[in-house]
Each structure stands twice: as structure tokens, then as C-alpha cells.
């Protein structure tokens, strides 16, 4: 049932007008008071009235990411774990974070939350494959559960929208801060997190390719090797390249496996001297820039990811306000030593 304005105001002994002014930042209330009316709104899980709606109770919303040793994922799991509450938004985050991209890991987890949560809506990053396809359609046009994607998206699915980075835009980026960097020659290195599965990579390589091929031809591009995940692997495959193949002053990475590659040029010297360019403004990252091991970072609107999409299913589930878009790109950042905080 719920929750309503005079029950607040009970639960903090308080008037109903001290409530209103208190949740709407208006004068009148002693701070003290102000502060008590806001976490007793937020446990209770209260929203304000809006003309012509009604007071809503909280939904169930499912979240399930894959990858979950990338420190992205983690940072966005943590986001998206804590918005309702920083938000006052009345939603009990079910979350699910996989350390692998298994297919039928993801819908194990789709369907445990689904047969035994009774969800509302579920925000999903889903893998490639047809049958994460098959299963949103499904959620959203049989079983009433509509699904946000995030991160990453399947756009020929029935998913109510898209909150994430274009990816192949960030690959570009990527791309054009190497060719600049690398004064348009030489050899650079992808590697990836991943041969198949990832949306993301796949992505962010193609665009990284179509770049360097339209706007930097003098660069030349080695086969993409993939460390599958596995740091140590990502290590030994730098440690190897190079040893083995001369003239490589850039590494790009798609995803995974930055602190094996970190561990590799500072082990053998190269730091500096090989131009790195990275996705996701995490910590480590910028540390390494810091640390002068990497040029450039492309971050993927880490924020928007974790808020946006449980605003855009609730507003769905409670309002019955569907999305004014079906996609909604999130803003591609650049940090480098020059404006890092």
C-alpha cells in the first residue's frame, strides 16, 4: 500500500504541511527536523504527490550485469545499488552481478529473479546471443516485465530503451587519440577482453578500425589478441609482443585486462614510450595516467548508467510514462594528465 504524506509526518511527530516544506527544500524548518522528515520519507519509502497522480508504492526492479571483474562493472553495480535511496526513489534493487559471460548463467539469473521476485521491470546488460534476444522479448511482450538495456544493447529487441555509450563512437574516439598521439605512423596493438559475447568489444573495435582506416592510414593495425578476461594472459601477451614484433608504440585496450598490460610496460621499461589508450574512468586508470603508463582514458557516462535506467522503469511501472526515447546515449569522456582532479 502506499505510503502517504500524513504517515510521515506521524512517524516523525511532525504536521503534514512541516512534511511538505521539509521534502520540498521550502523555509520554515529547522534543519535538524528537515534532515529527521527526509530519512524518515526515504525508509518509508515516500514519494511526493504530483497534480492528477497518486501516491505510489515502491517497485521490484531486477538488475543483472555480466563481467563482474571489470572494475566498471563494479562501479556501476554500486550505482545502481545505491540510487533509489540517494535519489528518494521507492525502488528495492534486486541485484545480480555474474564474473563470467555465460549465456545460460545470465538466464538463470533472468529467470530466478523473474519466477521468484516478482519483479516490476529488470535493467539487463545483456550478452550477444539470440537467445538474450528471445528472452526480452518474451519479458516484455508476454510476461508485462518491460526491460531497460544497459551498457549494452540488442536494438532489434523489445526492450522499452537504451541507456549506454554508443560504442562504436567510442572506439573512434579511442582511435583518433592514438592517431594524434602517434603523429599518424606506426604500430599499435589492440587487445581485447574477448572474442565473442561482449557487445562492447566488437564494437569498440570496429570503430576503432574504421577510424584509424579513414583518418590515419599510415597506422598499422596488428591482429587483435584476447586475454579472455585473465590479467596474467593480458601480461604474458604484451611481455610477448613486444619481444617479437618490432616497432609497436601503441597499445589499445578494449575492455579487460589493463593492469596485466600495466604490470608488462613497467616491467620491461616501456612505459612512456608506448602510447596506451583505455576505456572506463576508473580508478586504476587514472591512476596509470597519473603514473604516466597511460595517454588517454574514454570513460562511457559511468552516472547516467547508474541512475537513469531504474527512473525510466519506475516512471513506466508507476506512471505508466513510457520513455520519450528508445535510446539514450551517455556522454563519451576524455581524461588525460591535463585534467585529471
Known sequence: MAVTLQQVADACGVSRGTVDRALHGKEGVRPEVARRVREAARELGYIPRRAGTAELRRARIGVVLHTGSSAF????????????????????????????????????????LVHNEQLDGLVLMPLAHTLLRSRINALSENEGIPVVTVNTDIPDSARLAYV???????????????????????????????????????????????????????????????????QALAERITRRVLREVEGINGIYL????????YRALCGVGANGRIHVVVHDLTPDNLQMVRDGVVDFVVGQGEKTQGSLPLRLLYQFFAKRQPPEKKLYPTEIEVKFRCNLL
Open 254 to 261: 578494449s575492455s579487460v585486462g589493463r593492469s596485466g598490460v
Open 164 to 230: 549506454g555509450p554508443d560504442n562504436i563512437a567510442c572506439g573512434r574516439t579511442a582511435a583518433a587519440l592514438m592517431g594524434m598521439t602517434m603523429h599518424g605512423k606506426g604500430r599499435v596493438l589492440p587487445i581485447l577482453g574477448q572474442r565473442s559475447g561482449h557487445f562492447a568489444d566488437t564494437q569498440r573495435l570496429n570503430g576503432f578500425l574504421a577510424e584509424l582506416e579513414e583518418h590515419y592510414p599510415a597506422v598499422e593495425v596488428l591482429p587483435p589478441e584476447y586475454c579472455y578476461l585473465d
Open 73 to 112: 562493472v563494479q562501479q556501476l553495480a554500486k550505482r545502481l545499488r545505491r540510487f533509489p535511496e540517494q535519489a528518494m526513489l521507492p525502488v528495492d534493487v534486486l541485484l545480480r552481478v555474474m564474473d563470467d559471460t555465460d549465456v545460460h548463467h545470465q538466464l538463470a539469473l533472468i529467470d530466478d
